[in-house]
C-alpha cells in the first residue's frame, strides 16, 4: 500500500473513530458552527409569539429538595414557609396586552409571635387554604387576596392605574413566571413589562444580548438547534448565559435550557417534555416541565454549587378561545360585603382610597365619599322590598285565618 492510500485509510479510519464517539454520546453534529440564528428559526419563533394572542393555562406545581427546609429557606433568604412545599394550582389568561394569574393552594398561617420562625418542620404549624390573584385590565393593575372569606383570610383588592404600578413596582417581579419562559415565552414579568406584549424568549434575549455559539444536532433520532446567548439579567446587572436545545419537529419548542454565569456556574435549568399542539396553528406547549434551581430571585448574588430545590409544573389544561378584556378585571370578584378596597385611582398615596364594601350596594357610593372627606359612614337602614312587603303581609292574613278557623271550630264544638 502506497502512502497517499495508506494517508487516505487512515483518514476514514479516523472519521469512523469521530463518528463513534459522537454517537457514543447520543450527538451527531450536522454542519459547522452557525454565526447567527437562522432566518427560518427566526421567523417560527416569532410567528409562535403572534399566535398565541389569546391563551388560558391552567397548572399545577409541586415543590421539591434534598435539603431540609431550614437550610433551603435561609439559603434562599426567606424569613417565612407559607406553605413552599405545598402543591399548588395556578392559571394564566393572556390577551394583549391585558393579563391574569393567580395562585392558589395550602399555606402557613403566620402566627402572631414574629420572632418565631414558622418552618414547617414545626409540626405545630396550621395551613390555610388561600388565594392571591394579579390582573392588568389595559388600564388598571389589580391584586386581590383570599376573595372568599376563610378563618384566617379576608377578601382584600388593591387597584393601581397602570403608570404608578410600573413606577411602584419596577424590577419587581409580578409573578411566577417559570412555566411560561420554559416554554418558550416572555410574557410580562416585571413591573416595567405591564402593558407589553408577548414574544419569543429566544428572540427576546438575542434583542438585548449576542449569539454566542450555535450547533446543528442529531440525538437519539432527533433534530437540535443548541442556541447559546449572551444577555443581561433582569435581576441582577451582569450578564449571562442562555442555552436552549430548540427542536425543529416542534417548531423549534426547547427541550432543554439553562442559564449560567459566565464562570459557568449554573443558575437554574428547564426539562420540557411531552409537547402538545395548542389550537389550529403549530404551537407547542410542554405538559410537563421540570426547572431546577441554584439560586432564587429574591437573592441573586447567592448561587449554589448544588441544586436547591426543583419545581414541577403539569399543564392541566390549556385553551386558546378568545378572551374578553372584562375576565381581567378583579372587581367583581371582590364586591361581597366586608370586602377591603385600596383605590389607588381615587387618591395617589401609597396605600390609596381605603373603604369596606358595605353590607347595602346603595351605600357603596357614600361609602367612598366618607372615605374620601374623612367623615364617618352611617349606613342606610336596609328597607325590604314591595315583594318581601307583600310576602309578609301574605303571610300574616293567612296567620289570622287559621286562628279564626280554629276559634271558629272551637265555638261551634261548644254549641
Not at 416554554?183 to 419569543?200: C, H, L, M, N, W
Not at 429566544?202 to 438585548?208: A, E, F, G, I, R
Amino acid at each position: 500500500m502506497n502512502s497517499r492510500k495508506l494517508l487516505v485509510y487512515l483518514l476514514f479510519i479516523a472519521f469512523l473513530i469521530h463518528v463513534r464517539v459522537c454517537c457514543d454520546k447520543g450527538a451527531t453534529v450536522l454542519g459547522e458552527d452557525l454565526m447567527s440564528l437562522p432566518r427560518e428559526v427566526a421567523s417560527v419563533l416569532n410567528a409562535n409569539s403572534d399566535t398565541i394572542r389569546d391563551v388560558s393555562l391552567v397548572l399545577r406545581r409541586t415543590r421539591s429538595t434534598t435539603l431540609s427546609l431550614e437550610t433551603l429557606l435561609k439559603s434562599i433568604d426567606c424569613q417565612y414557609e407559607y406553605g413552599f412545599l405545598e402543591q399548588s394550582d395556578h392559571v394564566y389568561m393572556w390577551h394583549a396586552p391585558c393579563f391574569y394569574y393567580s395562585c392558589s393552594g395550602s399555606f402557613a398561617v403566620v402566627p402572631n409571635d414574629m420572632n418565631k420562625l414558622p418552618f414547617a418542620y414545626d409540626k405545630n404549624l396550621e395551613y390555610s387554604t388561600t388565594i392571591s390573584e394579579f390582573s392588568f385590565d389595559e388600564k388598571e393593575f389589580m391584586y386581590g387576596g383570599g376573595h372568599e372569606w376563610t378563618e384566617h383570610v379576608s377578601p382584600a383588592l388593591s387597584i393601581d392605574p397602570k403608570d404608578q404600578a410600573i413606577r411602584d413596582i419596577g424590577n419587581g417581579i409580578l409573578f411566577d413566571f417559570g412555566y411560561l419562559l420554559a416554554a418558550g415565552y416572555r410574557f410580562p414579568v416585571i413591573g416595567k413589562d405591564i402593558g407589553t406584549s408577548q414574544e419569543s424568549y429566544v428572540m427576546y434575549l438575542l434583542q438585548n444580548g449576542q449569539i454566542d455559539g450555535i450547533e446543528r444536532i442529531l440525538s437519539n433520532g432527533d433534530e437540535y438547534f443548541i442556541v447559546s446567548i449572551i444577555a443581561r439579567d433582569t435581576h441582577v446587572d451582569d450578564d449571562r448565559l442562555y442555552t436552549f436545545w430548540l427542536m425543529p419537529k416542534y417548531q423549534y419548542a426547547s427541550e432543554k435550557m439553562m442559564a449560567r454565569t459566565k464562570d459557568g456556574r449554573i443558575i437554574y435549568e428547564i426539562e420540557n417534555s411531552n409537547f402538545t399542539k395548542i389550537g389550529k396553528g403549530n404551537v407547542y406547549f410542554p405538559r410537563i416541565s421540570k426547572i431546577t434551581y441554584y439560586s432564587w430571585h429574591t437573592k441573586p448574588d447567592f448561587i449554589s454549587d448544588s441544586a436547591l430545590f426543583a419545581e414541577e409544573y403539569t399543564l392541566v389544561d390549556v385553551s386558546v378561545a378568545r378572551i374578553a378584556r372584562n375576565q381581567f378585571d378583579l372587581r367583581k370578584k371582590y364586591s361581597g360585603t366586608g370586602t377591603t378596597i385600596a383605590d389607588r385611582t381615587l387618591r395617589d398615596t401609597p396605600s390609596g382610597l381605603q373603604y369596606i364594601v358595605p353590607a347595602n350596594p346603595a351605600d357603596l357610593d357614600r361609602v367612598i365619599e366618607a372615605a374620601l372627606t374623612g367623615k364617618d359612614f352611617v349606613p342606610t337602614p336596609i328597607r325590604p322590598s314591595l315583594v318581601a312587603l307583600l310576602f309578609r303581609w301574605s303571610l300574616a292574613i293567612v296567620g289570622l285565618c287559621m286562628i279564626f278557623y280554629a276559634l271558629f271550630r272551637m265555638f261551634t264544638r261548644s254549641t
